[in-house]
């Protein structure tokens, strides 16, 4: 069985990646030239500002976090802006920051390393210009503080500015911005390479095969193949199949079904429920209402299912879900076992969803 998933596993990739081209991380104010651009990127040009409330202050080791976790990635990183180069990173570090950024709410603003309105403390803003033209591509990193006079005093550190600009340094050494700039350049041989090198760790391998499954990058075939049998990295490299359109509903239920790891499984049913509410296809239905109930299924895998099911109302779900309900009402403990309540709400929330639309249907 476990050959047979892994086979379906390369045929749904082979067609999957056929389909789609490396695209995910260009953004549709591009041009065809501005895109070609981003994907050739080689040598790269970091500026940085250290601004403290005595003025601007020494940027210097922000600029060398920024440069070295650059040339991780294999970029030519400068900090002569006389030398030529394809890209200028800027990052901007500031005691109270004063930059709010140009939108509140939508898109990419909504995610957590976005611009923040409401934070006032240390934080770095990093943004890149392509040819002159300053791209809308932001993020922001903060320090754990907002008062920077009030924790250097904690700290019994005299100079409050150098305090803040110290731990924006320790944040940008952990925040994986050079990963986010490959993937919006579009260059996915580069988080390839650094996936298999011995010094990546778990976390950083785990959202670069995120960050791969956002971009649909036909060069990640192999890599993303194997990974599914990396019990480590097999629950991230399904969800990340998850985001890769209906194509991907055979080789999840082939994992769903017969992958004998309970969060591969899960993580499987959740993209299963995702594709069939997106693509309104009925076809994930069958196979979840198979595993809905199977003998020894795990339980968490089963409230997955049961999410699944909701997000695909179909009137074939009414009675394996009822009848799940009932032998769930029939278990009493005391106190409640916290899985069993999860697994009864998720039964509860779908049956209101697929039996609301049976009454239409």
Known sequence: MERSCSTAAATFLILVFGM????????????????????????????????????????????????????????????????????????????????????????????????????????????????GMKIKWQKEVRAEFEDAVQAAQSAHVGEPGLYAMNALRDALEKYEFPLLLTAEWGQPDRLLKLLDAPEASQLRKLKIISLLGEMVADEALPRLTEALKDKDLAKQAAVALGNMGKEGIPVLIDILKYSKQPELQAAAAKGLGDLGNIHSDSRVVPPLLEMLDAPGIDITVQTEIAWALGRVPDRRSVEPLFALDRKLQKIRKDPPDPQIRKLKEAVFWSIKQVYTEDQYS
Request: aromatic residues 8%; hydrophobic residues 35%; charged residues 25%.
């Open 20 to 131: 789609f081209s490396s695209a995910w991380a260009y953004r549709d104010y591009f041009t065809e030239e501005q895109k070609a651009q981003l994907g050739r990127i080689q040598t790269v040009l970091v500026d940085a500002l250290a601004l403290t409330d005595k003025g601007a202050g020494n940027a210097d080791g922000i600029r060398e976090v920024v440069m070295r976790r650059m040339g991780e990635l294999g970029y030519t990183v400068s900090a002569d802006a006389g030398s030529p180069h394809d890209v200028l990173v800027r990052v901007k570090c500031e005691q109270r920051k004063t930059w709010e950024g140009t939108a509140s709410a939508g898109g990419d603003n909504d995610l957590p390393d976005a611009p923040s309105r409401l934070w006032k403390g240390p934080a770095c803003q990093l943004t890149y210009d392509l040819g």
